[in-house]
T-cell receptor
């Protein structure tokens, strides 16, 4: 069964304290892995797509990496405005369906 | 700035009433998805469409939920009759046609927060 597990469930960081969020997955043929950011009361906002193991994508203080079993979202020198829930999803080959993880709630303290 | 729009943003209703949620996908996108988000379950896929045709609605309770795309600019999700356990945030997302061998990102609307009393 296709499955996505995110850890930790919640993370509190001081401003400037770098860290990583994990997304472990099992899927029958990975078509794509997606990272989203969700702010309270809003819909998920697309961040990155990763297609194959070894790939990396960067956007401002965020960098996403992918292996055959997991993805990491690295946050470098975070700011309070990076506080949000970060969601990971996988898409299996031959389907349009996303399987979402339950997310990591990130709080960055000033 | 192309965005997915959803109406209403908030809906409070009583058990047994019919609820209709609407979504306008991004112009040119031909895949549309309906999700439900709760604290306990996270994001659950209810149904998705390609070129207005339903491809999968296995995530929906068939006896009370229905989803349609009357035209390319409108998707609807209907609950009849509604129950308290349907209280959740319902998201619509749309995506472009994937080229062969490529992928399609999904872009989400702001959601409809449904409360069934």
């Amino acid at each position: 069964e296709d499955q996505v597990t995110q850890s930790p469930e919640a993370l509190r960081l001081q401003e400037g304290e770098s860290s990583s969020l994990n997304c472990s997955y099992t899927v029958s043929g990975l078509r794509g892995l997606f990272w989203y950011r969700q702010d309270p009361g809003k819909g998920p906002e697309f961040l990155f797509t990763l297609y194959s193991a070894g790939e990396e994508k960067e956007k401002e203080r965020l960098k996403a990496t992918l292996t055959k079993k997991e993805s990491f979202l690295h946050i470098t020198a975070p700011k309070p405005e990076d506080s949000a829930t970060y969601l990971c999803a996988v898409q299996a080959a031959g389907t349009y369906k996303y399987i979402f993880g339950t997310g990591t709630r990130l709080k960055v303290l000033a | 700035d192309a965005r997915v729009t959803q109406t209403p943003r908030h809906k409070v209703t009583e058990m047994g009433q019919e609820v209709t949620m609407r979504c306008q996908p991004i112009l040119g996108h031909n895949t549309v998805f309906w999700y439900r988000q709760t604290m306990m379950q996270g994001l659950e896929l209810l149904a998705y469409f390609r070129n207005r045709a339903p491809l999968d609605d296995s995530g929906m309770p068939k006896d009370r939920f229905s989803a349609e795309m009357p035209d390319a600019t409108l998707a609807t999700l209907k609950i009849q009759p509604s129950e308290p356990r349907d209280s959740a945030v319902y998201f619509c997302a749309s995506g472009p046609t994937p080229l062969s061998g490529s992928y399609n990102e999904q872009f989400f609307g702001p959601g409809t927060r449904l409360t069934v009393l």
